[in-house]
């Protein structure tokens, strides 16, 4: 055995030492790009129309048993929310509790949000930002699961039943999620990441778990105290380090989930320096040093090549998600 273990850390090893080469800078691009992941690049292609699966539609014998706590977070965001709330509403869950926590809008948030009436729970009132907007929202939820979903981000239909009746028939999993379609300003399609099976190996180094499409069970979020509002945009990552650190068990579910909105004013496109500073942070905590981006690259090169396998075999029909 330990002849064997030699062996494949040797053949990775020679792997990882092609690549550190990077004599791929020498092929042409048509050849280069199949190998770039996926994950991370916002705009993948051209807009196109988002196209839904009519398979998405909920099952007829989905589990409906557990209720389900959704949070958004808002703030002058008057120009998407309204897309986030019917995105929500119309999964037509029957034990849904929808909780929109505003920070005090200057723009049409609150005119937009106040004609859902009823449909949703609403507050507006001062906040210490994104984090403690997620604490106070979900502080109010009685569901057995529970997500939060950004004021511009929306759910692919069908996926309140189905992430459901997943957790319904695994009892065992604590937290899932899916893959990421990115959308535009209008939902069009301009991306999509599909991730492979769960690694708690990649989340070590860099958080790939699409924070829209997550969804945890509500024991597990009493176990860790919430989201941690010291952070400003590493906030999911420093939760699924906690969730683990509790011994959640995560799943990544076959399916597409929600949508992520790429626009010039999203706390991503804006605040990535500071966002580097926040991971960071977290490398150093749970790993004890900060890496390179090199050695980041280096140990997940295999986690990279199982999502190009998910990628590649869906787009070329193996894989149906």
């Known amino acids: 055995m330990q002849t064997r273990g030699n062996s494949m850390n040797g053949f990775v090893r020679g792997l990882l030492k092609v690549r550190s080469l990077d004599l791929a800078v020498r092929l042409p691009d048509r050849i280069k790009d199949p190998l770039r992941p996926r994950l991370w690049r916002l705009r993948q292609y051209e807009p196109r129309r ?4 009519s398979w998405y539609r909920p099952a007829s014998d989905a589990d409906t048993s557990l209720r389900i706590t959704v949070a958004t977070p808002s703030f002058d965001q008057g120009r ?7 995105s929500v509403l119309e999964q037509g869950y029957p034990r849904l509790e929808y909780f929109v926590q505003d920070a005090g809008s200057s723009d049409n948030t609150l005119e937009v949000l106040r004609e859902f009436g009823d449909r949703i729970a609403l507050r507006s009132e001062a906040d210490g930002g994104q984090a403690d907007a997620v604490n106070r929202a979900l502080a109010h939820g009685t569901g057995d699961i529970m997500s939060y979903l950004n004021s511009d981000d929306i759910l692919l239909p069908g996926t309140l039943h189905y992430v459901a009746d997943f957790f319904a028939r695994h009892p065992g999993v604590d937290v ?4 990421r379609i990115v959308i535009d300003e209008e939902d069009r399609e301009i991306g999509r990441w599909i991730l492979p099976p769960h690694s708690d190996l990649a989340i070590s180094w860099v958080d790939w778990i699409p924070q829209e499409t997550m969804f945890w069970r509500r024991a ?4 860790v105290g919430g989201v941690d509002t010291s952070f400003d945009f590493a906030l999911d990552w420093d939760l699924i380090i906690r969730f683990r650190e509790a011994n959640a068990r995560f799943a990544r579910l076959p399916r597409f989930l929600a949508g992520f909105r790429v626009h010039g004013s999203q706390k991503t496109v804006q605040q990535i320096g500071s966002g580097d ?5 977290i490398r150093q905590r749970w790993l004890g040093y900060v890496p390179t981006k090199q050695e980041i690259t280096n140990r997940l090169f295999l986690y990279y090549l199982k999502h190009l396998i998910c990628h590649h ?9």
């Open 50 to 53: 988002l196209a839904i699966p």
């Open 80 to 86: 998407f929310i309204a897309r986030t709330v019917r």
């Open 176 to 179: 899932v999620y899916g893959h």
């Open 220 to 223: 597990l979020w009493e176990k």
């Open 277 to 281: 500073r926040e991971m960071n942070r």
């Open 313 to 321: 075999g869906f787009e070329r029909g193996w894989f149906t998600y």
